[in-house]
Structures are given as structure tokens and as C-alpha cells.
């Protein structure tokens, strides 16, 4: 079982930035696949964000490409979403998945909220 927490949202203005972290905890097998999804309001589902994999492999989705960074503390089994030049519809829920041991897990979201 694994469990998954995030923080750090919030409510920023537009062009600020924010950072969201998202800690694993559990059997963590040593190949592993941690990323950020979101949903935006009146939304059902969940886009990418940003993935990384164990190996150090990154995915961006092409709308976040250039502002958001992902990256990840393997020690402490945490990777994190530096957040930069946010904008209104960057608003949405942020959930961390965690993909080890043929299972997925995700934690219980995070509100970030781009409004003037």
C-alpha cells in the first residue's frame, strides 16, 4: 500500500508562482512513476501535467511547457512542481499520482486558484 500526500496550493495571482509538493510513503518498489494531474473546473477529467520517472525521465504537457518544472527528492520519496507565470486557467485541482508495482495511487488533490 502507498500512500500519497500533497500540499502547497493556493490562491496567487496572476504571473506568480507556486510550488506543490507530493510525498510517497509505503512499499515503493524502486521503479516508479510519480506526476501531477489536474482537473479544471466543470471538467471530468484529469489532464497531465508533468510526469517524472525513476529514472529522472520527464513529461510536460505542451500548455505547461516552460513554466512548470517537476523534480523530485528520492530520499525523502517526494517530487515537487515548481510552478511559474501562472495564469487563470492554470486554475484546477492538482492530484499526485504515484505508478509502482503495476498499481496507481493518488492522493487527495490540492486547490490552486490563478485569480487577480
Known amino acids: 500500500q502507498v500512500q500519497v500526500v500533497e500540499s502547497g496550493g493556493g490562491l496567487v495571482q496572476p504571473g506568480g508562482s507556486l510550488r506543490l509538493s507530493c510525498a510517497a510513503s509505503?512499499?515503493?518498489?524502486?521503479?516508479?512513476?510519480m506526476g501531477w494531474y489536474r482537473q479544471a473546473p466543470g471538467k471530468q477529467q484529469r489532464e497531465l501535467v508533468a510526469?517524472?520517472?525513476?529514472?529522472?525521465?520527464?513529461n510536460y504537457a505542451d500548455s505547461v511547457k516552460g513554466r512548470f518544472t517537476i523534480s523530485r527528492d528520492s530520499d525523502k520519496n517526494t517530487v515537487y512542481l515548481q510552478m511559474n507565470s501562472l495564469k487563470p486557467e492554470d486554475t484546477a485541482v492538482f492530484y499526485c499520482?504515484?505508478?509502482?508495482?503495476?498499481?496507481?495511487?493518488w492522493g487527495q488533490g490540492t486547490q490552486v486558484t490563478v485569480s487577480s
Open positions: 499520482k504515484c505508478t509502482t508495482g503495476g498499481r496507481l495511487y
Open positions: 510526469t517524472m520517472t525513476s529514472g529522472g525521465s520527464t
Open positions: 509505503g512499499t515503493i518498489f524502486s521503479i516508479w512513476t
